[in-house]
Nanobody, 120 residues
């Protein structure tokens, strides 16, 4: 079993900053990528930022220049630093883990979600 534990959400004023963290534990053979997605009320879940095991990053256009994803491969953790937050960043943020097994089976895991609310 693989577990993802997220932390760092909360209420912040527009222009403020938050740092989200995610720790993965359990039976993990290889991590292909870790990242963050978000879902606002009435909207589909969307990518925020991901980082591959090799360090390649992918950001949503809406957060580029304002957010930085980082990983600690040794600890199986990922963090998302978000600056200059806007009310439209309000959403539930989910940690995502993409893994592979020894026989190359791929798995996708999700955290329970952490609420980020940005007040205007």
């Amino acid at each position: 079993q693989v577990q993802l534990v997220e932390s760092g959400g909360g209420l912040v004023q527009a222009g403020g900053s938050l740092r989200l963290s995610c720790a993965a534990s359990g039976s993990i053979f290889r991590i292909n990528a870790m990242g963050w997605y978000r879902q606002a009320p009435g909207k589909q879940r969307e990518l925020v930022a991901t980082m591959s095991s090799g360090g390649s990053t992918n950001y949503a256009d809406s957060v580029k220049g304002r957010s930085t994803i980082s990983r600690d491969n040794a600890k199986n953790t990922a963090s998302l630093q978000m600056n200059s937050l806007k009310p439209e960043d309000t959403a539930v943020y989910y940690c995502n883990l993409w893994t592979a097994s020894a026989d190359s089976e791929e798995y996708d895991y999700w955290g329970q979600g952490t609420q980020v609310t940005v007040s205007s």
